[in-house]
């Protein structure tokens, strides 16, 4: 472009620099929100991969089971093999750490094994500590970010106790694990001291091996599969990889969706604003044409305007990004609160080509926001524009057949099945809703005006009036309104959909009084029936229900379940969405309800059977109901503990239910609870405490989405204010007449307020009902296609009415103000100005 | 042989087991270092019961080297070594991998073509299949390397990338008791010794695979099996030790330990005879001089890769005087990588009056500093 042309558009940016901030701003917030989002995950998951490729090492297969492992006489089975050079078997717990909340990843390894596989892996002894200390049951061996996280100095002999069943072991810090990196957070000891330890003699988690050179891999994990028992996998580490990554894609494509949608309100808000700045500037394009522009150049000058303007909003999202993630690596960590990666301390980096896509991807949202603007202002015919200087050239017909396609689309689109685990179809469906609304505004509006109007004050009318005459500009600085109130709206009803049905779920998952805890799940911490004896003799209890979590592999590709053992006897015990309740009968296959997940991902309803593997045998089950379950997002089974102990002889139990006498004080038991195990080891919780907790959990879940969704509201409001603004400056002249004609000062405010206002009541009105269709996409076909679980459907309407109020009032407050400066101008020069 | 034995004790891996199981019991803590049967005199070794592991004893190993002769009359030199430590870790660990028993190997073939020693080690805790020793007869076993006693002969295995023998071996007579009808003493202090037999004069065949090329070999070897509780004795530095086969049918086992100052602490050997009579050799019957170094151009470490041998021969009433010559200069095994031990192990010639009597090992320790433990 050349020299005068940058000076006529891109400096005309400065002449409105409220609506180019503001634009850039929309623009730097979707771009930061997106590569903020990117970034973390990115960051999070390469730490996570790197953590899988440390314990893989050099291995070409691995062999895993369930979290509480297989029979460890597979090992030397596998290592005698023909294809195998070498095998390293591991045993990984989480150690509970007495007095701690966080677990402490523990490998028990054969260091003789780990040279040839998991160099690694590798504990090397602190100054002074034997060589082979390594092979002593009470050593252990810290990388350096457990070391960090436990506040340890690794100079020092330091003492570590850790926790099995109800007991404390102090293990002694030994050395460190180099190998393991920085980001890490893992502790090495020797296989047969951890399997004493924590109870697991006989069974180890994983075996990794090395092929020697000329053996096909494919070929030799087929051989090798058909050795393993039932629930045992034999992978390549890469899939392991794919199907860590595949945990968390469904959270991190909803969070990626929802920036794309802050971006697409910058968007908006850009077009808005070019939109009406062209309507401004008609003359001097009409000029510039009369005096040989040609229309190309004209359309390519207002194109770089946009261009320019996403480019430095590119540039100040991706700072901004940046700052975003390092904020949330600080605050929250980096699965963004969710949980999907425990220890696991990624590091913030620079991505040159995504921030470089980002800083585009702003560009993009710039040209795309000034593409009808600059088409429209191309087609003037100059004649015309430069006589009629004050016609704004906006026109908005309705368009109610694009309207119905784009319904029936989403309608359609609504079901389909989803891709790869991700709702694409759902999240087309949305796009599609809000582009219904957005295509039903200009013959909303119209039908709006013809509404009976009654009497009214003068400004009502000349507001009702204003609205009728100019449809198109009420289009323009709707449009953003209508899209963040549906997007608002959608998220606030799907949030509280969830957090309704949610605290419903907890109501019948928590029957009891008190729980007690040894450790969460997955961790070392356990009971067992002399820990429940001690606890049944206690004074006060009424019943308690012991309750067993485990991990299983059903089928080969697919992540590890839970199995949860729980007395199931009444109607109530499970929050049934289908089947019911029913006693095993003698000679038929004992009863299984599954959860939804379980459900979706392995295609079983009532009436089915499963074989569940069991400590390396095939359970048949009949498939007895379906529940609900919010806690595990893979799935889990759920068994009558009675059933689940006579099959398979294990009497651990990880969390005890207590029933207590009436009259008892739950304090007081409590207190006797903590007593007889130590506070250290056991945690003991009222059921009003755990859903306390597990409310407050599920709210820093979504601090995301109520950050977006304030964004995309504060977007919304923007547009508002500066529609309103370059309105107003365009009918200075208009207001110059108003005061003429005896209007006060503040009466052309309240008419500006109260255009305001009736414009957001319209966008408001729309959105709310879009708001409710994507709400019920986001709860009907996304959540349960992302996470498979359903929700009851619920709508917060006094919520909902506060916030359209308040939306209202603001967008009121925000015509006026925008306002102010047009109505400063001296009555008598505002309507001279153009004779 | 006592020397020999804790020489290459005090070279390998097994070492640093040793000195972790003394450290457990000795510095400091106050664990009794007992929970090991000592090694008493009057013990009557019988075969083949006492060729099979010994594992309430500390250590135990079973040593071979010799000489091979391929088709083409090239000469190489080969060892293998089987380590047993007890480590007395996890005794009462009901888990299959408790670490109570660690089996160690080294491996090496010394090829002049090659100039230096190809070498390599395994190392595992005892779990069967894998890794195990057995009580009753010779057979000792890590990661498909192995030494197993049976139809009247040994048969050795050993596999690497970068050589692989398999070898029988085929002793002439009984087993050669050393020290005192197997009471082998390491110090003028009875408690540091060892149960301690050699089976020389082993007749070897088989296939050896160096460089990518098999061939069929036939030679001589040597076979040292001891085990023992003791330690090595406090302020001994390194050792010197000889297995020699003679032309003669007789063979010949020296040692000496050192202090750090190279001034020997202790000596003995056993000489065998044509007619398969042994004759123990005491501390005042052997004596080792060096008679030409050779400086490691990697460790920097001097050995002393030719030898005088002073040897009193009892029956025969009359010192007579050795010269050791090694097959090549280089026969260092360096493993800092891995374990960190340094030491010279290698395949030499015994000379008398300038003539070639006999054949076989020497090994050299503590030549390269004191090892880490």
Redesign the interface.
Known sequence: MSLPLRRLFVAGLRRRPLGASLSLLAIALGVALGLAVQLIHDAALDEFGRGLRLLAGEADLQVVGPREGFD??LY?AL??RPEVAAAS?VLEVRARLPGHDDSLRVLGV?I??L?AVQPALLPVPAEGV????A???DRIFLSAAAAAALGLDMEQPARLPVQSGVTEHVLRVSGGVPGAGSGQALAVM????A??LFGH??RITRIELRLHAGVERETARRALGALLPPGVEVLAPESAAAQAGGVSRAYRVNLGMLAAIALLTGVFLVFSSQMLAVARRRQEFAFLRALGMTRAELRRGLLAEGAALGLLGGMAGVLLGHGLAALAFRLVGGDLGAGYFDGVRPVLRFEPWLALAHGALGVAAGLAGSWIPARDAARLVPARALRAADETALEAHPRWGACAFCVVAAVLLCALPPVGGVPVAGYAAVACILAAALFALPGVAALAVRLPAGSGAVPWRLARARLGAAPGQIVVAVAGVVASVALAVAMAIMVAAFRVSLDDWLARMLPADLYLQASPSAASGYLDDEALARVAALPGIAAQAPIRARQLRLAPGHAPVTLLARPISADGDLPLVAGRIAAARPGADPPVWISEAVADLFELDVGDTIDVPLDGRLLRFEVAGIWRDYARQHGALAVDLETYRALSGDRRVNDLAIRLAPQADAARIAEALLDLFGERTVRVSSAGEIRALSLRIFDRSFMVTYLMEAVAVLIGLAGIATSFAALASARRREFGMLRHLGFTRAEVGRLLALEGALGAMLGVALGMLAGGAVAWVLVEVINRQSFHWSMDFHVPVGGLAIFAAVLIALAAAAARLAGAHAMRTAAVRAVREDW | MQKGMEGRCFASLVCMLLALAAGRAGAGDDVEPAGYPPVLPGYQLAFPRDGGAHPDFRTEWWYVTGWLEDAEGAQRGFQITFFRVRTRIGEDNPSRFAPTQLILAHAAVADPAHGRLLAAERAARALSPLAGVEQGRTHAWVDGWSLAWGDGHYRAQAADGAFSFDLRLRPDGPPMLNGEDGFSRKDADPAHASHYYSRPQLVVSGTLEVGGRRVEVAGSAWLDHEWSSGLMPPGAHGWDWIGINLHDGGALMAFRMRAEDGRPLWAAGTLRGQDGAAQALDEQAVHFSPSRHWRSPRTGARYPVAWRLEVTDGREGRARAFEIVPLMDDQELDSRRSTGAVYWEGAVRLLEGGREIGRGYLEMTGYAGRLRM
């Open positions: 460890d006489a030397a290592a005698v078997p054969d003789f094994r040279p034997g060589q082979f200390a092979l002593e049951p020797d296989l047969a001291g399997q004493r003699v006989g």
